[in-house]
């Protein structure tokens, strides 16, 4: 499994979807999103430079989880590659921790690169918090890795394109991604898994505490996920 797991992170690695959307794009658009925003000081309670730098990695880290270990997924299952190697000694659920390893080894990249350019932009922090940041968004990464491998078996893989995407631009909107949601409908947003994804972020970045209820709501997030992940893929094995 070992094996598997450096193959598919090398394959990640190479892949122009993920270099584009998952590295270049967040911190592209990082550099706008500060510039758009330079006449405001804080946004929920901490610098703009601050807040874009959490929210451009979490885009980066979701975009690995989702745009590349999704679609892959679908097209191994596509190409019969999947089925193949369930006729190895793999074990029945090395396929799925391999895919979520290799997304987790990925999603560093996209973090420390947004982190480098932030830093760049003037974002100040000790070392240690800098340690705990990208802990904090590294760990959070694996909700939406198990969420990717549930979306690769959710559908067929002709139809799952346009379904990730739907799914993630749905979780940018409302995690709060490009703006901060005030409000009643803030008040629902807050709830969602990617608003909760950036909110982990930023407690690790202020110090801060959080509530008993945001973590709940993490917890059965990765709960969720990660049963739906097993359910479908064990569907995927009986259908083939």
């Known amino acids: 499994m070992n094996t598997l797991i450096k193959l598919e992170v090398l394959r990640i690695l190479r892949n122009r979807r993920y270099l584009i959307f998952s590295i270049a794009l967040p911190a592209g658009l990082y550099l706008l999103m500060v510039s758009a925003y330079q006449g405001l000081d804080q946004l929920a309670g901490v610098s703009v430079k601050a807040y874009f730098m959490v929210s451009m990695a979490t885009l980066g880290v979701v975009s690995a ?7 892959r997924i679908a097209l191994e299952r ?23 390893a290799s997304t987790a080894v990925s999603t560093l990249p996209a973090i420390l690169v947004t982190f480098v350019v932030g830093y760049a932009e003037g974002v100040k922090l000790s070392g240690s918090e800098w340690l705990l940041l ?5 760990l959070g990464g694996f909700i939406f890795a198990a969420l990717g491998v549930a979306l690769g078996y959710a559908a067929s893989p002709d139809s799952l394109q346009p379904i990730v995407m739907i799914v993630y631009m749905i ?22 898994p990617m608003a909760l994804y950036n909110q982990l972020g930023r407690v690790a970045q202020s110090g801060s505490s959080l509530g008993m209820g945001a973590v709940s709501a993490i917890i059965a997030y990765a709960a969720v996920f990660a049963v739906l992940a097993a359910f479908l893929y064990q569907r995927d094995r009986k259908e083939a």
Do not use: C, E
């Not at 979780?171 to 969602?192: P, R």
């Open 78 to 100: 596509k190409s019969g590659w999947a089925r193949q190697l369930r006729l190895t000694a793999l074990p029945s659920y090395g396929y799925v921790v391999a895919k979520v």
């Open 171 to 192: 979780l940018l909107m409302l995690g709060g991604t490009y703006f901060q949601i005030t409000g009643s409908f803030g008040d629902f947003a807050k709830w969602t």
């Open 134 to 138: 990208a802990l904090t968004l590294w």
């Open 65 to 71: 989880s989702m745009n590349t270990n999704a679609m």
